[in-house]
């Protein structure tokens, strides 16, 4: 009997500290970064069927049905599970695309670990990273569920326990290809590998902010303005920054003294994801 339909998150994420540790001989980058999920998602609505095939509203302007990581997550995973039901996805994108916040990797993992429930595939969380790491390197996290360490290119994940905060998160006005700035001759590749401990201790930073800032004056100014009242950095390759807070209230305060120019939102860091939380309740 297939289950009724249900509204499943796709969190966003925040990179709190980026370093590049060298160029492999495919290309990729190998990398140490701090994964830690916020409250602000996408949502999807999974209705499961029998027809066999996967329907999307609304289309995304400008994707094609065959090239939306959702639709690829859900012909992947009945691909893998010879599976021949359908489902019909509704979208509810709240998150900015190309903004560095992962939503199109977040809607992918979503899309795994609820077709998996509602299809009742039984595929361990190590099988959907496998498959979710080939539709991009941020999809493992997401179906990880818990802030962590990721290494190598980004599959290669450690929990961590990084300590409460809140955030401001600007969105700059520009969307910011990843290929192009891995591909920027002035980006830092050399980054001496740390120790978890390390990691966790020092100052963080991110090894692609200067040249973003130097590619994307959109986003120089956006640092530039929140450096004045908070620690604030870019998030993955960008465009989005955030600054950081101990309290909500400060963050909201911030928030309201932002130039007109400046798109933001206030939110809270998460060590458990909302996708997780909501999974645990389904499956207890």
Known sequence: MLSNPIRWPAPAKLNLFLYITGQRADGYHNLQTLFQFIDRCDYLTITPNKTGKITLSPALPDVPLE??????????????????LGAHIELEKNLPMGGGLGGGSSDAATTLVALNYHWQLN???????????????????????????????????????????????????????????????DLKRDTK???????????????????????YPE???????????????????????????????NAELLAKKTPK????????????????????????
């Open 67 to 84: 090239s939306n990581l959702i639709y690829k997550a859900a012909m992947l995973l009945k691909e893998h599970a010879g599976c021949d």
């Open 123 to 185: 595929l361990d969380k190590a099988v959907l990273c496998k498959l979710g790491v080939t539709l991009g390197a941020d999809v493992p996290i997401f179906i990880h569920g818990k802030a962590a360490i990721a290494e190598g290119v980004g599959e290669v994940l450690t929990s961590v326990q990084p300590k409460p905060a809140y955030y401001l998160v600007a969105i700059p006005s520009c969307h910011i290809s990843t290929p192009s700035v891995f591909k920027n001759p």
């Open 193 to 215: 590998k740390l120790s978890h401990e390390q990691l966790m201790s020092n100052k963080w930073t991110n090894d692609c902010q200067p040249c973003v800032k130097k590619m």
């Open 219 to 249: 986003v120089a100014n956006t640092i530039d303005w929140l450096l004045e009242y908070a620690p604030t950095q870019m998030t993955g390759t960008g465009a989005c920054v955030f600054s950081t807070f101990d309290h909500a209230s």
């Open 261 to 284: 120019w400046l798109n933001c939102f206030t939110t809270k860091g998460l060590n458990i994801s909302p996708l997780s939380e909501l999974l645990t309740t389904k499956t207890d």
